[in-house]
């Protein structure tokens, strides 16, 4: 039976939990709560696009995790409720905000920080509860139980759920000191699946500044203990960051600068309620638990087997986060690291972080042993949308000012994408240009339009553990997980066209991407037509697709056999090729290789990207390719001479583009107050 905590306000207990567990066993094996979430709006970047669902997930494709409508001061004043006559034993609580997750939602367990309150997550919940059945440990602040008595009781609830799930994996999120009962959990249990998320682990609490601190906190008079939080307020991080965390997207400089004085003017006076959630007492208390907890994990680092992720703040003032991670990062076999360099020790009430996006990004989040690239997918959300595309890709997109065509079925090249098909399944193929610059331009592309996710295979290099390191940052390659991403071979083209998705392919794969000078606009294509085949089979839809304007913004002047002749590049170029996957070629037996490396660029004064999506062909009435190899290399030709027409045409159009250049365009737009300038005459 679950025991809720003495509230003085049923309101707030109404609005934030579902339930408390208690400690009891009995009480663990309750039956599941029930949720009621009304479904939120979703904002379409276009307001005239049509609703779009995942298949697997039934997520709305850019729906909106109202992630921004919680802020910092909702976690004081849950905390000031929760503490009011705050006793009994630690337990679980289910936020009410979180609502019901998807079908198949895995289990996440949020272990708190030396605050105990479980809402150092409360600006996530939202986000966080569309794809986990969020649970949140609650450690009253007159509880002392000792380390291992909280161990136990994290890893009691750990096994009845294994127990009850068996194939799916459990989530150990850790913040802090959280972070010591996750590895000390995962230590004891290696063979259950465990994914582990920990946010500034404070398993360095050797190496900690805070470590001085507990004589003279011992020593400190009772009626000095109201300034502990001020002191404690300074390591935590950046208020100005915290404050921002909650500034809506889109709004003006003026706007922005009002609201974030709004909210930073709401959030200092509430630094001081920091005295009741953590009196000296209970920080005195946690900080010896700490001493314990950091010693008891070290010693057990090498027995954990699950996988891990670690994020790092680079300025945390607490805590050695940044060793820590290098320390994690070294010692566990399974462990990735993501570091945050400009952030402070409360990551997760910083503006800019959004744990779900990470997970997502670092293809963590399954819901099940494996994880499946295409069943454990989850669609972008608007607010991932606009981070990338309207914030973060703004100036790129500025730059190459990008013109969209596509050809309607009666030849007709008409603006826009109306002559690509609305409905899957549809394979796009086309000429990967150099580095790819061509990629965020079309994800954004049919996401704004259309509202349709492409799934676009990548070489298999680009989801290996090769490129991590214990300073890796959020990247442009998680990026692209976030947008679909997902390593190419023929059972997940297979597996995507069944479900009718949209599915971008390149044969010339990095073979183009990463092409030699003299090779622009070159077509290196494998001599196997399977991919024809596959869309016959499912009677996809194929679009091919031209791109130029790849030598209107760099030149390419070291490229890779250039780079072979000099000896420590060739060196490095050689350990990474010994990782990657070759890509069959035909069934002969021939290989095309493959090789990656980091060309070397000049920048120019930027030009502008030209797209033209051709004709759609349609397989419905070609089932015929499947025994007929003649007839399937016939229209394997027939796409890759389709694709050097598109090509070529826009290398003799763009020459009539009078907004070509950069300048021209920017006197352009500013001129008339628009966002694109127009180009040739269709």
């Not at 306000?9 to 009480?27: I, Y």
């Not at 509202?451 to 940052?473: D, K, T, V």
Request: contains cysteine.
């Amino acid at each position: 039976m679950a025991l809720p905590l003495p509230f003085s306000s049923p309101a707030l207990l109404q609005r934030h939990f579902h339930r408390f567990l208690p400690l009891r066993p009995a009480a663990v094996t309750g039956a599941p709560p029930s949720y009621s979430s009304p479904t939120p709006t979703v904002r379409s970047p276009e307001k005239t696009v049509q609703r779009n669902l995942d298949v697997e997930t039934n997520l709305e494709v850019l729906y909106d995790d109202l992630s921004g409508s919680v802020s910092v001061k909702d976690y004081f004043d849950a905390s000031r409720e929760v503490i009011k006559s705050d006793g009994g034993p630690p337990r679980w609580f289910s936020p009410l905000v979180c609502g019901k997750p998807i079908e198949g939602a895995p289990l996440l367990l949020f272990l708190p920080g030396i605050d105990g309150t479980g809402f150092g997550l409360i600006l996530h919940h939202k986000s966080l509860g569309r794809v986990f059945e969020v649970r949140c440990l609650h450690i009253p602040i007159a509880d002392r139980s000792q380390f291992k008595e909280l161990v136990a009781f994290v890893e009691y609830s750990v096994k009845h759920e294994h127990r009850q799930s068996p194939n799916k994996p459990i989530y150990l999120l850790g913040d802090s000191f959280g972070c010591c009962l996750a590895l000390a959990v995962a230590a004891r249990n290696p063979t259950i699946d465990l994914v582990l998320i920990l946010v500034n682990p404070a398993s360095s609490f050797g190496r900690s500044q805070l470590q001085p601190l507990l004589p003279v906190l011992e020593a400190l008079p009772s009626e000095l203990h109201v300034a502990v939080p001020y002191l404690l307020s300074f390591f935590l991080g950046d208020p100005v960051k915290m404050a921002m965390a909650t500034v809506p997207d889109g709004l003006s400089p003026q706007q922005t600068l009002d609201e974030l004085s709004k909210r930073l003017i709401a959030l200092l006076p509430r630094l001081s309620d920091l005295s009741d959630i953590i009196p000296k007492e209970t920080l005195i208390w946690k900080l010896e638990l700490l001493k314990s907890a950091s010693s008891y994990v070290t010693s057990r680092l090498h027995a954990i087997k699950a996988e891990v992720l670690v994020l790092a703040s680079g300025k945390d003032n607490l805590l050695p986060s940044k060793d820590e991670a290098e320390r994690l990062w070294s010692s566990l076999k399974n462990c990735s690291v993501r570091y945050f360099k400009d952030s402070g020790h409360a990551l997760l009430f910083e503006n800019g972080i959004n744990l779900l996006t990470i997970i997502k990004g670092v293809n963590m989040y399954r819901r099940s042993k494996q994880i499946d690239f295409v069943e454990d997918y989850l669609p972008p959300t608007i607010g991932e949308f606009r981070k990338t595309f309207e914030q973060g890709d703004r100036l790129f997109h500025l730059a190459i000012g990008p013109v969209m065509l596509s050809t309607l079925g009666n030849g007709r090249i008409v603006k826009g994408l109306s002559g690509v098909p609305n409905k899957g399944p549809v394979l796009l193929v086309g000429y990967h240009m150099l580095m790819g610059f061509e990629l965020s331009s079309i994800y954004e592309a049919f996401l704004r339009e259309k509202r349709i996710i492409i799934r676009g295979m990548a070489h298999p290099f680009l989801f290996s553990n090769i490129r991590e390191s214990s300073r890796q940052e959020f990247s442009r390659f998680d990026e692209l997980n976030v947008f679909g991403a997902l390593p190419v071979s023929p059972m997940n083209i297979y597996r995507l066209l069944q479900q009718k998705s949209f599915v971008l392919l390149y044969p010339g794969g990095a073979r183009e991407a990463l092409h030699r000078k003299g090779e622009e606009y070159k077509l290196f294509w494998p001599d196997q037509p399977e991919f024809v085949r596959m869309a016959a089979r499912f009677d996809a839809t194929i679009v091919p697709f031209g791109v130029v304007g790849e030598d209107d913004i760099a030149e390419l002047v070291l490229d890779y056999n250039d780079q072979t002749k000099i000896p420590f590049i060739r060196k490095q170029i050689e350990e990474i090729n010994q990782h990657t996957v070759r890509i069959r070629a035909d069934k002969s037996g021939e290989v095309s290789d493959q090789e990656l490396y980091l060309p070397g660029l000049v920048p120019k004064v930027p030009g502008r990207f030209y797209f033209l999506f051709g004709k759609p062909i349609e397989t419905r009435e070609m089932k015929s390719v499947l025994r007929d190899r003649e007839g399937a290399n016939k229209l394997y030709l027939q796409i890759k001479s389709e694709i050097e027409n598109l090509i070529s045409y826009l290398k003799m159009k763009r020459e009539e583009d009078p907004y070509r250049s950069i300048f021209s365009r920017a006197i352009y737009q500013a001129s008339w107050g628009v966002e694109s300038a127009p180009t040739f005459e269709l």
